[in-house]
């Protein structure tokens, strides 16, 4: 099992910067994928980005060019730098955690509140 613990949510005004971490423990030998999704309000969960075992990257189109998603293997921590942040971005971000062995197992945080205000 993997547990997720997320940090680094908060209130910024528009065009501020966050930086969102999120440290991995237990079983992440079984790591092929972290990443971040984020919930906003009255919306489903979309995918912000991810970064897969071989280093490949992928960001969503709204968030191309402002979001930088990086990951220090040693300490099992992902870290997700927004700049230039938007109203838009506002949202619950959910690290998560994938493994396609076992059975494409997927581990979620709790979530940490992101409110950019304008």
């Known amino acids: 099992q993997v547990q997720l613990v997320e940090s680094g949510g908060g209130l910024v005004q528009a065009g501020g910067s966050l930086r969102l971490s999120c440290e991995a423990s237990g079983s992440t030998s079984t790591f092929t994928a972290m990443g971040w999704y984020r919930q906003r309000p009255g919306s489903q969960r979309e995918l912000v980005a991810n970064i897969n075992s071989g280093g490949g990257i992928n960001y969503a189109d709204s968030v191309k060019g402002r979001f930088t998603i990086s990951r220090d293997n040693a300490k099992n921590t992902v870290y997700l730098q927004m700049n230039s942040l938007e109203s838009e971005d506002t949202a619950v971000y959910y690290c998560?955690?994938?493994?396609?062995?076992?059975?494409?197992?997927?581990?979620w945080g709790q979530g940490t509140q992101v409110t950019v205000s304008s």
């Open positions: 998560y955690f994938h493994s396609i062995v076992p059975a494409g197992s997927i581990y």
